[in-house]
T-cell receptor, first 114, second 114 residues
Framework: DGGITQSPKYLFRKEGQNVTLSCEQN?????MYWYRQDPGQGLRLIYY???????QKGDIAEGYSVSREKKESFPLTVTSAQKNPTAFYLCASTLEGRWTSEAFFGQGTRLTVV | GQQLNQSPQSMFIQEGEDVSMNCTSSSIFNTWLWYKQDPGEGPVLLIA?????ELTSNGRLTAQFGITRKDSFLNISASIPSDVGIYFCAGQLYYGGSQGNLIFGKGTKLSVKP
């Protein structure tokens, strides 16, 4: 079955450490996105990538980094520079270049800094 | 950045009641999407709207794309306990052969009346 897979589901990190969240899709979608979700805040865009080897900052990119070396993969690194990293992180993808624009989401990764 | 105003923020439902929520924007959108998110999971697409004035149903759910292209509403008829969750609207502007980023509302949380 096609879909988006995020791993791990839960992640704990010590302060000062970098951590990488995985996102893989087999939908053959061109565009991929990372969102951060905090209670009462809705979804806020961190980074997005429309094609391989290219990505753009979203609204809250500070303290995060991404790479897009393969079409199906878009890992997110939460660096030690991110001041408040505890949140629920969602990865999504869309089929770029078509009129239809539904975003499909992964199951999310809950990151907790301890 | 652009913002969507989603209301109400939360509401309690009793089984069998109809539910209504809406989103408004200061910007014009070409696409409106409605998602539902269960606790600890990623959002799942419920309804997609692509044309001003469009009225679309998905089972007990009905959504409309406002004529002004700045608003949308979602109705749930004869609610059942599994309708509880957080409902998000999202708007997207399509321009120049490329999709703009999705802008999300802050969500409407549906809970069961005690």
């Amino acid at each position: 079955d096609g879909g988006i897979t995020q791993s791990p589901k839960y992640l704990f990190r010590k302060e000062g450490q970098n951590v990488t969240l995985s996102c893989e899709q087999n939908l053959n979608h061109d565009a991929m996105y990372w969102y951060r979700q905090d209670p009462g805040q809705g979804l806020r865009l961190i980074y997005y990538s429309q094609i391989v080897n290219d990505f753009q900052k979203g609204d809250i990119a500070e303290g995060y980094s991404v790479s897009r070396e393969k079409k199906e993969s878009f890992p997110l690194t939460v660096t030690s520079a991110q001041k408040n990293p505890t949140a629920f992180y969602l990865c999504a993808s869309t089929l770029e270049g078509r009129w239809t624009s539904e975003a499909f989401f992964g199951q999310g990764t809950r990151l907790t800094v301890v | 950045g652009q913002q969507l105003n989603q209301s109400p923020q939360s509401m309690f439902i009793q089984e069998g009641e109809d539910v209504s929520m809406n989103c408004t924007s200061s910007s014009i959108f070409n696409t409106w999407l409605w998602y539902k998110q269960d606790p600890g999971e990623g959002p799942v697409l419920l309804i997609a709207l692509y044309k001003a004035g469009e009225l679309t149903s998905n089972g007990r759910l009905t959504a409309q794309f406002g004529i002004t292209r700045k608003d949308s509403f979602l109705n749930i008829s004869a609610s059942i306990p599994s309708d509880v969750g957080i409902y998000f609207c999202a708007g997207q502007l399509y321009y120049g052969g490329s999709q703009g980023n999705l802008i999300f509302g802050k969500g409407t949380k549906l809970s069961v009346k005690p």
